[in-house]
């Protein structure tokens, strides 16, 4: 969704292959917002009879979701989100996405005007919690801001698990799942979470994949 990236492809071409669990397989119309080249979308066809449209702000790689899924609509989401038909979808996708909003708390409760009274929306969402991010935080006292991860240099919102399922029950959506996803590989970690029996869990994961309806 966000160009200048320096490794682009690595950034609009991940199939986000973790996230395809969270999509039910009764799916039969989604939207992935944020799309990239569209290959989640594609993963999604592929394994399932699926229409995919997909909404992406950069031009190029709207372009080569274009010739893999159904629809794409290029331009910026918030102000594309009206050309959605209403009461289309049963599936809407926002991997990555809330955090680069000025107002993701507005964008929510928008999203419920194109979804069937029975549809679900899957989203992912970078964890401030993660334990890479505190460790900086609270060890070395720096709070650098990088070119991907957490602390993404375009990132406008920051979000614990706490607040994640705040926003979106805020939004009027009902929470089914919150899963952590891209877990820590540290060993120091684990011996922490060990000793402070186990107050740590959700420090663990980098993202979070949650399920609302």
């Known amino acids: 969704m966000i160009s200048g990236k320096p490794n682009e492809k690595d950034y609009f071409g991940s199939g986000r292959r973790e996230m395809l669990p969270f999509v039910p397989l009764s799916v039969k119309r989604l939207l992935d917002i944020g799309?990239?080249?569209?290959?989640?979308?594609?993963?999604?066809?592929?394994?399932?009879?699926?229409?995919?449209?997909?909404?992406?702000?950069?031009?190029?790689?709207?372009?080569?979701?274009?010739?893999?899924?159904d629809k794409v609509i290029i331009g910026d989401a918030v102000g594309k989100l009206d050309e959605i038909p209403p009461s289309f979808?049963?599936?809407?996708?926002?991997?990555?996405?809330?955090?680069?909003?000025?107002?993701?708390?507005s964008f929510l409760k928008r999203l419920r005007r194109p979804m069937v009274s029975e549809g679900i929306l899957v989203a992912?969402?970078?964890?401030?919690?993660?334990?890479?991010?505190?460790?900086?935080?609270?060890?070395?006292?720096?709070?650098?801001?990088?070119e991907s991860g957490v602390l993404d240099i375009d990132h406008l919102r920051f979000f614990t698990r706490k607040s994640m399922i705040r926003m979106f029950t805020d939004g009027g959506w009902k929470i089914k799942t919150v899963t952590g996803i891209n877990?820590?590989?540290?060993?120091?970690?684990?011996i922490m979470n060990l000793l402070l029996f186990g107050r740590l869990g959700d420090v663990c994961f980098r993202q979070f994949a949650i399920q609302a309806e």
């Open 35 to 69: 799309c990239g080249a569209g290959t989640f979308g594609a993963n999604i066809k592929a394994r399932q009879n699926c229409e995919v449209w997909g909404i992406e702000m950069d031009a190029k790689q709207g372009q080569e979701a274009s010739r893999i899924l």
């Open 89 to 105: 979808f049963d599936c809407i996708v926002c991997n990555e996405l809330l955090e680069h909003l000025v107002d993701p708390f």
């Open 183 to 190: 877990p820590t590989s540290s060993r120091t970690f684990r």
């Open 124 to 146: 992912s969402v970078p964890n401030v919690r993660y334990y890479r991010v505190l460790k900086d935080l609270i060890i070395h006292g720096d709070w650098k801001y990088k």
